[in-house]
């Protein structure tokens, strides 16, 4: 069985031989790049200077020997967008860049991440605005310059393939070029405005899908889509707000997806927190990958989880707790940590081994080899 037959068999709720495992293949299931060197290390391997996928993160590329090593079953694929390698300005306080959306990101001298600084469309606009403003273009040929190679040769080498995506998703952009506070009023005090500028993002997408399917579909098994929906301790928004103004548009994007790429397809979606009330709709939409898997977030039990959706959903991510145990337990507490979560979450398939969103530059390197011998003591099925 090769790492992509391990992928679809887990997500068709088969068994495979073992549970698939993932780092480093996303923008959400990746490694920063400190944490990487020194994994990298860990594992005997030369590094060099570290390739970034994502600045703004600092998510590192993580290098075929490591990925080899550790038997990553899934291998992704990034646009060339601006995130990847922007032009950074020395500025008083830090460096800076301005992505293709018109948003500026700083990180402060001493820093690890860039923060947003400036939206575009910050204080009073119109329709008009959003309209005449300068979009990028989705379908622009140096947005998949190289990748039908790559994606080629993982597919030829059989690994799954997943397709990153051009921006995030459409209520996270609008809390981005409008600013979170500014576009919480729009929803709940002119949703006109609210909807139109998340339509925007909408048809973008969809022409981002459609080029990328053209382009390199038969090799692509998913595309990352994204709207963090959750908080620690609750929804961002109310469920009924998702339900009117958010849920039609995830459901055009999934569409689209399913409409674009040619079989086996699964729709991924990444949303953090406390999301337990909305997984029924996520569901309803056509989700059949739940990314990360909050499971310190309220209501968000695993074993809960697997009892109530797992014959529909394939949980992709909740193998550890980023937020405490991976960073500050023993290794002891790690291991203990990553076999409870196998034990609850893989009977039955439907799921693949990832942690908690990415892996942040402070996670000592004895946790994540605890993390990696817990695992393969109990992947077998």
């Given at each position: ?363 000592p390197a004895e946790n994540l080899a605890a993390m990696l011998e817990a695992f393969r003591a109990a992947r077998e099925y």
């Amino acid at each position: 069985m090769n790492s992509r037959e391990r992928v679809i068999t887990t997500l068709e709720h088969g068994l495979p031989d073992r549970v698939p495992f993932d780092l480093g293949s996303t923008f959400v299931t990746g490694i920063t790049r400190n944490a990487y060197v020194r994994l990298a290390e860990y594992l005997g391997q030369e590094v060099g200077e570290v390739e970034l996928c994502d600045v703004v993160q600092q998510l590192a590329v993580v290098g075929e020997g490591v990925v080899e090593r550790l038997e990553v079953d899934v291998r992704g694929v990034v646009p060339n967008i601006v995130r990847k390698g922007p032009a950074i300005e020395r500025v008083e306080g830090g460096d800076e860049f301005t992505d293709e959306w018109g948003v500026r990101w700083k990180r402060p001298q001493g820093g690890l991440y860039f923060d947003i600084v400036d939206s575009p469309f910050s204080g009073a606009i119109s329709e008009k605005a959003i309209d005449g403003f300068a979009w990028p273009r989705a379908c622009d040929p140096a947005l998949f310059a190289g990748l039908a190679e790559r994606a080629k040769e993982y597919y030829e080498r059989g690994y799954a393939v997943i397709l990153e995506n051009i921006c995030a998703g459409v209520f996270e952009m609008c809390c981005r070029v409008r600013g979170t506070e500014q576009f919480y009023m729009d929803l709940a005090m002119n949703p006109k405005l609210a909807t139109r500028l998340m339509d925007k993002f909408v048809e973008l997408k969809i022409e981002y899908y459609k080029t990328a399917a053209e382009v390199l579909g038969e090799y692509v098994q998913f595309v990352r889509e994204v709207d963090d929906m959750g908080g620690q301790e609750a929804l961002l928004i109310s469920p009924g707000m998702y339900r009117d103004l958010i849920k039609p548009r995830h459901k055009r994007l999934f569409e689209a997806q399913r409409k674009f790429f040619p079989k086996p397809f699964y729709v991924f979606f990444h949303s953090d927190g406390a999301i337990y009330d909305i997984i029924p709709d996520f569901l309803e939409i056509g989700v059949d990958v739940l990314n990360p898997v909050q499971l310190t977030a309220k209501g968000m039990d695993a074993a809960k989880l697997k009892q109530e959706f797992g014959k529909d959903l394939t949980f992709w991510g909740g193998g550890v707790d980023t937020q405490n145990v991976l960073l500050r337990g023993t290794p002891e507490e790690v291991k203990a940590n990553v076999t409870e979560r196998i034990e609850q979450l893989s009977p039955g398939g439907g799921f693949v081994f990832a942690t908690v969103h990415n892996v942040q530059d402070d996670v000592p390197a004895e946790n994540l080899a605890a993390m990696l011998e817990a695992f393969r003591a109990a992947r077998e099925y």
